[in-house]
């Protein structure tokens, strides 16, 4: 059997993306029509990370991640990943208790992006996560470069993440701005972008981004779909 995979999740559009990848792109590793890996998943109330991510609480972020990862090992997963890149910045503080192993999503971003041969790489996301080292740390173990937008363009998409996107609004006017945002980190020298927001490839892709994009959604949730094939080698 393949491995259970533990998804420990946050916001619902980002999480359900990477459920549903899972879901239906596991046909095509596990060779038959509606296979899949056993998927199991638990979030708090999205509101209890947002506050402690607005007080500078990665410790509480940590307790919140670990008390999901708890839960789902006691319904048998073999693994977990986290669909969500912001609240990686308690990666660290995780790692060292966690019950199990994890993937880590913007390791599998890095990954990708070296595959390509892509070379510097626009970061997207949430305030939080564009300001933190969540990204450029991985990277650099991969020997990539990095850019961030400036600091009212990171306010605003993450204005347009935590009060649209998550909410599941979808707009031309999203897509507009943020293709903006793009295009000022490709001047910056970035040959490609990190959707580092789960929600972010729910309106962005290679057809309407100025640069080639990297899914962090979808790109965790195969490595997931691999690494639990594998278990059942």
């Known amino acids: ?126 305030h939080w996560l564009v300001r933190s080292e969540v990204y450029p740390e991985r990277l650099r173990r991969q020997g990539l470069d990095f850019a961030r937008p400036g600091e009212s363009e990171r306010l605003e998409v993450g204005r347009l993440i935590m009060d649209e996107l998550v909410r599941g609004i979808q707009t031309p006017q999203q897509v507009d701005y943020l293709a903006g945002v793009i295009a000022g980190l490709k001047a910056q020298g970035c040959d490609a972008v990190v959707l580092g927001c789960t929600e972010l490839p729910l309106i962005l892709h290679d057809g309407n981004s100025p640069l080639p994009t990297l899914d962090s959604t979808r790109l965790l949730a195969r490595a997931a779909l691999r690494r639990a094939v594998t278990a059942a080698a």
């Open 1 to 126: 059997m393949p491995g259970h995979i533990g998804i420990v999740a946050c916001s619902a559009e980002g999480a359900a993306l990477c459920y549903r990848t899972i879901c239906t792109e596991g046909a095509q590793l596990l060779g038959g029509l509606h296979r899949h890996p056993e998927v199991s998943m638990h979030t708090p109330s999205l509101h209890r990370y947002v506050e402690r991510l607005d007080a500078g609480d990665l410790q509480g972020v940590a307790d919140l991640m670990l008390a999901s990862a708890d839960k789902l090992t006691r319904s048998g997963a073999d693994f977990l990943i986290c669909p969500d890149n912001t609240i990686h910045a308690a990666f660290d503080l995780v790692q060292p208790r966690s019950p199990l192993p994890w993937l880590h999503i913007a390791d599998e971003v890095a990954l990708e992006a070296k595959r390509r041969g892509f070379r510097k790489l626009g970061i997207t996301g949430t």
